[in-house]
C-alpha cells in the first residue's frame, strides 16, 4: 500500500508540470515541421529541439542558486528541497513562478538574439542549430504568451535587459 501513495502523486505532478511539457510539445512539433520543411527524419533534431525547448529554463536553477540566492522566492525553494518537500516545492513553483521576474535570460533583447541565431542559422543551413536555437526562440515566446494569458498583461522582465527585485511571493504549502 506504500506504494500506492506515490502513484496518487503522478497526477499531482503532472498537473503541476504542465507549463514544462507545453514546451516540450512545442520541441516537438516545431521538430515535426523542421523535418517537413527538410524532408527528412532525424531523432538528432528532435532531441536538439527537445533539449532547446528546456535549457533555457536552466537559468532558473542558476538564479536559485547564484544570482538570486537571496530573494525569497529562492530561499523558498531551496527550503523545500532542503526539507525534502519536493511536491511543496513543485506547487510553489508552479504558483509563484511570475512573479520571479528577475530571470537574466527571460527578456525580448535574449529572445532577439535567439531569433537572430535561428536566422542565420537557416540562411547558412545549419540544421542543428537551427533546430536548438529555434526552439529557445520558441520558448521565449511562449513564455510571453503565457503571461499575457495567465495575468492578462506581460511581465515587465521582458521588457529590461537588466534583472529586476522579484516580488514576494506566496507560499504555498500541500504537505
Not at 503532472?14 to 515541421?33: D, E, K, N, Q, S
Not at 511562449?142 to 529590461?160: F, Q, S, T, V
Request: charged letters at 20%; a positive charge; glycine letters at 6%.
Amino acid at each position: 500500500m506504500r506504494h500506492l501513495g506515490k502513484i496518487k502523486r503522478v497526477p499531482f505532478i503532472i498537473w503541476y508540470t504542465r507549463h514544462h511539457l507545453v514546451h516540450l510539445t512545442i520541441g516537438l512539433i516545431y521538430a515535426w515541421i523542421l523535418r517537413e520543411l527538410w524532408g527528412e527524419f532525424s531523432l538528432k533534431y528532435i532531441l536538439i529541439a527537445l533539449i532547446g525547448s528546456e535549457i533555457i529554463d536552466a537559468d532558473h536553477m542558476v538564479y536559485f542558486f547564484l544570482y538570486g540566492r537571496h530573494d525569497h522566492y529562492s530561499r523558498e525553494v531551496k527550503r523545500f528541497l532542503r526539507e525534502g518537500r519536493i511536491s511543496s516545492c513543485i506547487k510553489f513553483m508552479s504558483d509563484n513562478h511570475k512573479y520571479n521576474t528577475s530571470l537574466a535570460t527571460h527578456n525580448v533583447y535574449v529572445l532577439g538574439f535567439f531569433v537572430l541565431f535561428a536566422l542565420i542559422s537557416f540562411a547558412l543551413d545549419w540544421k542543428v542549430r537551427l533546430a536548438f536555437f529555434g526552439a529557445i526562440a520558441l520558448h521565449l515566446l511562449y513564455d510571453i504568451y503565457d503571461d499575457w494569458w495567465a495575468l492578462g498583461y506581460i511581465n515587465e522582465n521582458w521588457k529590461h535587459l537588466r534583472r529586476n527585485k522579484a516580488a514576494p511571493p506566496v507560499v504555498s504549502e500541500i504537505d
